[in-house]
């Protein structure tokens, strides 16, 4: 018995189809992420990076976000604990993290 032609094709069209659904998943994903998504998660972030480091103190109001500066970030979250240089966070479009660090300069008042 001699197999149809068609049916050669049929793995590369499967493969096809999944990456297709794939890609339209993470579009849809990152189509719907919001700048208070990416906000939250990197402010509880710090609530977690300040406890390992520093210790208790830290508050989810002290942190801000604003408009990422450099290539490729989408915000910059910057938390001012009480004592200390600040915590920042540099997120891209799709809310992964670009950078992360402390910043050199005393808090300000």
Same mark, same amino acid.
């Given at each position: 018995m001699?197999m149809?032609?068609?049916?050669?094709f049929?793995?590369f %069209?499967?493969l %096809? #189809?999944? @990456?297709?659904i794939?890609?339209a998943?993470?579009?849809?994903q990152? #189509?719907n992420?919001? /700048?208070? *998504?990416?906000i939250? @998660? +990197?402010?509880n972030?710090y609530?977690s990076d300040?406890q390992s480091l520093?210790g *208790?103190?830290a508050?989810?109001?002290?942190?801000? #976000? %604003? $408009?990422g500066?450099? $290539?490729?970030?989408?915000? /910059?979250?910057r938390?001012?604990? $009480? %004592?200390? $240089?600040?915590f920042i +966070?540099?997120?891209?479009?799709?809310g992964?993290l670009i +950078?992360?660090?402390?910043?050199g #300069?005393a808090? /300000?008042?």
């Amino acid at each position: 018995m001699k197999m149809p032609r068609w049916l050669l094709f049929a793995p590369f %069209v499967c493969l %096809v #189809a999944i @990456f297709a659904i794939n890609g339209a998943k993470l579009g849809i994903q990152q #189509a719907n992420l919001a /700048e208070t *998504d990416v906000i939250n @998660f +990197y402010a509880n972030q710090y609530l977690s990076d300040h406890q390992s480091l520093v210790g *208790d103190g830290a508050a989810l109001t002290d942190c801000l #976000a %604003v $408009p990422g500066t450099k $290539p490729r970030v989408w915000i /910059e979250v910057r938390c001012t604990p $009480p %004592v200390g $240089p600040a915590f920042i +966070y540099g997120a891209g479009r799709d809310g992964q993290l670009i +950078y992360a660090g402390r910043d050199g #300069a005393a808090p /300000e008042a």
